[in-house]
């Protein structure tokens, strides 16, 4: 009963996502008329109760443990623990692909009540958002449904992928979807201003909150990938260039991008053409993410879904989103306007250069995951593009946006003028040459890189700082203030995260030993002693655990287990941490010795100041929770600027309003 019923609720999803479109575009073509808007305002409620209620009918068959339904079979087991029963609702590609179809109907019905504040261009968005939506939901009802029968039924279940039962793997998805979901409400306001003939700076005010909550929400989840990669694969890193990881960076970087430039648009005009680009390549990219981890073109550890029918299918859709975007902007570009002028040193200059630089770093990303996949298509020998390449192109890159980060917020808007942000910085410049030495004398023998991304990290934590006693108190309103501590918390976690990355990049060498109990390593310092092992049985899984004492951490118990559901053996990591960094402890099969004593293959590693990523990367969540927030507050509490009038003197500090900017 439950297949049956959920399959006709996506059908009934898919209808009411095409009456959706159609309605709001006849309401756009008269004007915002309430009728028509009504009408599809009721259609994007239907879409999203269709899906709600399809989506807790299938939890409802994981936690019933329905093993009729294909994808609840091929996703869980009778012996799973409940809260990765519920979890497999979205562990695997059907299902995922309902969770993003609910969302992408969840915006649709936002757009319809808390869209662009013009009539007919928020019922265009609406209508584009239901192109969306039809797109989706006609791949889940035709050719992914997670509703699908399965006779005969299996008793037990073939079981989540263990490497998925974690945690952080529970929540990281939907962070995932919802940032790449929500940049398709940035592509639709981008797409409706084009085809209203909207002026840039309306069109950049309309999407930027929801480009901001989006790119918040996909810094999180990145960040629980990252971190769930550390400890959980047992590999000792946290970032691998993995196309799949790729396939999330790109449309972040954008997402950066888009965010300064939507601010730079809405405050004085300037590029106006660009920010709209931004929006349409930023959702196009993240349709490309879904091409590459379900297509079955990579292999990666992420991926899962190696069906290439199906890939055509994203592909298909992925060729309507980008033609109706950029035929659109190809079009119809002229009517942003052209914005204003700008000295080379103004606020507006520094943000197009940010912006180029990361939209070049997200070009380079690109290429190197899509260029085995030409090969490929070319009959030529396969290759593959790995680390070396990404160190050597998109990170200079970044690193030079490191370097401009903290001088935006204290130049003035279009007049120009660097002196006066110099001499805001003036601390943090002589911090440069400070951290460079101190960074070299930590991590002596480091590459010379990680020493420059230390400096710069250190630079734009000064400047972070800096800005937060500055630019806090000059605000007026509350919900300027907010922007305003939301802007400094973002870099500031920037800056964090590249010393927790420069840190981690000159760790010493990882240690690969074969020990018995009693025998002892050293690793940066720290004794590490085998004490015993012992069985530690799971609910769904046998595991061997190991109690390792490391000097100044304490024991550690990492473990080795056998999931017998999916016949697949994992590690778990032991993690001894502190302020210098993590002790980091994996173990592995046992092998007999000639002496016919056993010994446990044992991977010791030291990672510097692993925890600044973290923090990093929570300030930049909580940094742009705090400026969406203040975003939302400034149109209601803070009058804003008009169009035509006169921008701020030379050195002048930044407005209330756009204190968050």
């Keep these: 009963m439950i297949a049956e019923a959920g399959r006709f609720l996506v059908a009934l999803a898919f209808i009411a996502s095409l009456a959706q479109m159609v309605l709001a575009w006849r309401g756009a073509d008269?004007?915002?008329?309430e009728g028509w808007t009504r009408a599809g305002r009721a259609a994007a409620e239907a879409a999203v109760a269709s899906a709600g209620l399809a989506f807790l009918l299938l939890i409802i068959a994981f936690v019933q443990s329905d093993f009729t339904i294909a994808y609840v079979a091929g996703h869980s087991h009778v012996d799973k623990p409940l809260v990765y029963k519920i979890a497999g609702a979205w562990g695997g590609h059907e299902g995922s692909m309902l969770l993003w179809c609910l969302l992408l109907a969840v915006f649709g019905l936002g757009l319809a009540r808390v869209g662009p504040r013009e009539p007919a261009m928020r019922s265009r968005a609406v209508s584009f958002q239901g192109l969306l939506q039809t797109l989706f939901f006609g791949f889940l009802a035709f050719a992914s449904n997670p509703f699908d029968r399965l006779d005969p039924a299996p008793v037990q279940g073939n079981d989540l992928n263990p490497i998925l039962q974690d945690p952080a793997l529970v929540m990281h998805p939907p962070l995932l979807y919802v940032g790449y979901v929500g940049l398709s409400a940035a592509f639709a306001?981008?797409?409706?201003?084009?085809?209203q003939r909207s002026g840039g700076r309306e069109v950049a005010a309309a999407l930027r909150p929801w480009a901001l909550g989006a790119w918040t929400s996909l810094t999180a989840g990145i960040a629980l990938g990252a971190w769930w990669a550390y400890y959980e694969l047992g590999w000792g890193g946290w970032w691998f260039w993995d196309p799949v990881e790729n396939a999330s960076f790109m449309p972040w970087l954008l997402g950066a991008a888009l965010i300064h430039s939507a601010i730079a648009t809405e405050k004085r005009g300037a590029f106006p053409g660009w920010t709209v680009f931004l929006a349409l390549l930023a959702y196009v990219l993240s349709i490309l993410g879904a091409f590459l981890v379900r297509s079955g073109v990579i292999t990666s550890v992420h991926a899962f879904a190696l069906d290439p029918e199906r890939g055509v299918w994203i592909l298909g859709m992925l060729g309507v989103s980008a033609v109706a975007g950029f035929a659109l902007f190809a079009?119809?570009?002229?009517?942003?306007?052209e914005g204003d002028g700008f000295a080379p040193?103004?606020?507006?200059?520094?943000?197009?250069?940010?912006?180029?630089?990361?939209?070049?770093?997200?070009?380079?990303?690109?290429?190197g995951t899509l260029y085995p996949l030409f090969v490929e298509l070319l009959g030529m020998p396969m290759v593959s593009v790995g680390p070396p390449y990404f160190d050597a192109?998109?990170?200079p890159l970044m690193m030079a946006a490191l370097a401009l980060l903290p001088l935006a917020p204290f130049l003035p808007w279009a007049n120009g003028g660097a002196k006066p942000a110099l001499r805001q910085m003036r601390a943090a410049l002589a911090l440069v040459p400070v951290a460079a030495a101190g960074a070299a004398l930590l991590w002596f023998g480091a590459p010379v890189m990680a020493v420059i991304a230390g400096a710069l990290g250190a630079w734009v934590l000064a400047g972070a700082a800096m800005d937060a006693v500055s630019g806090i108190p000059a605000a007026k309103a509350r919900g300027a203030k907010l922007a305003?501590?939301?802007?400094?918390l973002a870099h500031a976690g920037v800056g964090f995260i590249a010393l927790g990355a420069a840190a981690d990049a000159s760790r010493p060498p990882d240690i690969n030993a074969a020990m018995a109990p009693g025998e002892t390593i050293e690793i940066a310092g720290h004794r590490v002693t085998l004490r015993e092992?012992?069985?530690?049985?799971?609910?769904?899984?046998?595991?061997?655990?190991?109690?390792?004492?490391?000097?100044?951490?304490?024991?550690?118990?990492?473990?080795?287990?056998f999931y017998w559901g999916a016949d697949q053996h994992t590690r778990e990591v032991g993690l001894g941490s502190g302020i210098e960094g993590d002790v980091y402890l994996s173990i592995g099969e046992a092998r007999p010795r000639a002496d016919g004593s056993t010994?446990?293959?044992?991977?010791?590693?030291f990672h510097p100041l692993i925890w600044a990523l973290g923090l990093g990367a929570s300030l930049v969540v909580l940094g742009g929770l705090l400026a969406l927030i203040g975003r939302l507050r400034a149109p209601v509490l803070e009058p804003r600027r008009k169009a035509g009038a006169v921008a701020p003197g030379k050195g002048a500090a930044p407005e209330p309003a756009e204190a968050g900017a």
């Design 189 to 195: 306001i981008a797409a409706a201003g084009l085809m």
């Design 30 to 33: 008269h004007g915002g008329l």
């Design 533 to 561: 092992i012992a069985r530690a049985d799971g609910p769904n899984y046998l595991a061997d655990r190991a109690r390792v004492s490391v000097s100044g951490r304490g024991d550690l118990f990492p473990e080795r287990r």
């Design 331 to 337: 079009t119809r570009a002229g009517s942003l306007g």
């Design 345 to 367: 040193t103004s606020r507006e200059a520094f943000i197009g250069a940010n912006n180029l630089l990361l939209a070049a770093a997200a070009g380079v990303v690109l290429l």
């Design 484 to 488: 305003a501590a939301g802007r400094a």
């Design 393 to 395: 192109t998109a990170t």
């Design 599 to 605: 010994a446990y293959e044992v991977r010791a590693a």
